[in-house]
């Protein structure tokens, strides 16, 4: 999978509302009424990241799910975080 240049992960990024860059990885910020919706959420996600053997990095704090992706083999964001992200975003 071919690593995307900044101006590329920018344009897609104007689709995926809420999706920051931040260094090589995109990141973005869920909230919810309370925990067990904040972990529903992260029950609903989990099978997609396992589908697409793709697995981000989640952090909750009550509420609030933290989801950051990146491609590590790549060194950067690839085609692979920006279409998970569109599954996570389908998911909430």
Do not use: C, S
């Not at 995307?4 to 860059?21: F, S, V």
């Not at 909750?60 to 996570?88: P, Q, S």
């Amino acid at each position: 999978m071919a690593l995307l240049d900044t101006d590329t992960i920018t344009q897609a990024l104007e689709e995926l509302p809420g999706w920051q860059l931040e260094g090589d990885a995109i990141r973005r910020e869920f909230t919810f009424d309370g925990f067990l919706e904040a972990v529903a959420f992260i029950t609903r996600l989990a099978p997609l990241a396992e589908d697409a053997n793709h697995h981000p990095e989640i952090t909750n704090v009550y509420a609030t799910v933290t989801i950051v992706l990146t491609t590590h083999d790549e060194g950067g964001v690839t085609d692979k975080d920006l279409d998970l992200a569109r599954a996570i975003d389908a998911a909430a």
